[in-house]
C-alpha cells in the first residue's frame, strides 16, 4: 500500500537554528497538506497545496516558516530561525482528488519530531 | 472557519464494554467526517468516515452517527480490546478539500 513519506523522522535543534522538513506523497495525489501537532492537540493546518500552488496558508507564521512545492510533487517545509514553541510533530498529509468532493480523504505520513531546545 | 469540539479529551473503559466519543461542528456547510486513531508516534490512519447524506455507517465493531441537524457525529466502539487503546480525532470537511480536527481522544481499554 502506498505511503506519504517524510523525512527526518526526529530533528533535535537549537533555538534561532534552521530546520527542513521533506515530504512524498502518494504517487498521482494532487493536493498535499502540512500540519503541526502539538502533543494532545489535534493537528493544525499550516499550509495546503494543489500541485505546485499554494490554496491555502493563512496560519503559516510566514515571518519564520516557508513551504513550497516546486514540481508539484514533493514538498519541503522549512522554519528559520526556530523557536522553543515550533516543538511540535510536522505532518504531511496528501488526498488524490483535484476536485473536491465528500469522501476525497487525506493520507498522514509518519511525520517529523521536532524538539527545539 | 469551521470550528470542532470533540468529548470526552480522555476516556477509559474494560475491555468489552462500548465506548462512545462525540464531536460538534459549527458551520453547516461542512459534509464530510472522517474519523482517525492515531497510536503512539504512528501517524494517524482513517478508520471510518460518514457522508451528510447518511445518517450511519457501521464496519464491525465500529459505528459513526451523524446529526446534521444539531451538527454533531459520534464514533461508537463496541466490544472494545486492548488494540484499540489510542487517541481518536473526529473531522469536518467542507466539500473534502478542507479538514478541521477535533483535539483528539485519549482511550485507554483495560484488559
Known amino acids: 500500500e502506498a505511503e506519504v513519506a517524510q523525512s527526518p523522522r526526529y530533528k533535535i535543534t537549537e533555538k534561532s537554528q534552521a530546520v527542513a522538513f521533506w515530504c512524498d506523497p502518494i504517487?498521482?495525489?494532487?493536493?498535499l497538506y502540512w500540519y503541526r501537532q502539538i502533543l494532545g492537540q489535534g493537528p493544525e493546518l499550516l499550509v495546503q497545496?494543489?500541485?505546485?500552488?499554494?490554496?491555502?496558508d493563512s496560519q503559516l507564521p510566514k515571518d519564520r516558516f516557508s513551504a513550497e512545492r516546486l514540481k508539484g510533487v514533493d514538498s519541503t517545509l522549512k522554519i528559520q530561525p526556530a523557536e522553543l514553541g515550533d516543538s511540535a510533530m510536522y505532518l504531511c498529509?496528501?488526498?488524490?482528488?483535484?476536485?473536491?468532493?465528500?469522501?476525497?480523504?487525506?493520507?498522514f505520513g509518519e511525520g517529523s519530531w521536532l524538539t527545539v531546545v | 472557519g469551521e470550528n470542532v469540539e470533540q468529548h470526552p479529551s480522555t476516556l477509559s473503559v474494560q475491555e468489552g464494554d462500548s465506548a462512545v466519543i462525540k464531536c460538534t461542528y459549527s458551520?453547516?456547510?461542512?459534509?464530510?467526517f472522517p474519523w482517525y486513531k492515531q497510536e503512539l508516534g504512528k501517524r494517524p490512519q482513517l478508520i471510518i468516515d460518514?457522508?451528510?447524506?447518511?445518517g450511519e455507517k457501521k464496519d464491525q465493531r465500529i459505528a459513526v452517527t451523524l446529526n446534521k441537524t444539531a451538527k454533531h457525529f459520534s464514533l461508537h466502539i463496541t466490544e472494545t480490546q486492548p488494540e484499540d487503546s489510542a487517541v481518536y480525532f473526529c473531522?469536518?470537511?467542507?466539500?473534502?478539500?478542507?479538514?478541521?480536527f477535533g483535539t483528539g481522544t485519549s482511550l485507554t481499554v483495560i484488559p
Open positions: 498529509a496528501s488526498s488524490p482528488n483535484r476536485a473536491p468532493g465528500p469522501g476525497n480523504t487525506i493520507y
Open positions: 504517487s498521482g495525489h494532487a493536493t
Open positions: 497545496f494543489q500541485d505546485e500552488s499554494v490554496v491555502d
Open positions: 458551520d453547516s456547510a461542512s459534509n464530510y
Open positions: 460518514i457522508r451528510s447524506n447518511v
Open positions: 473531522a469536518a470537511s467542507i466539500t473534502g478539500n478542507q479538514f478541521y
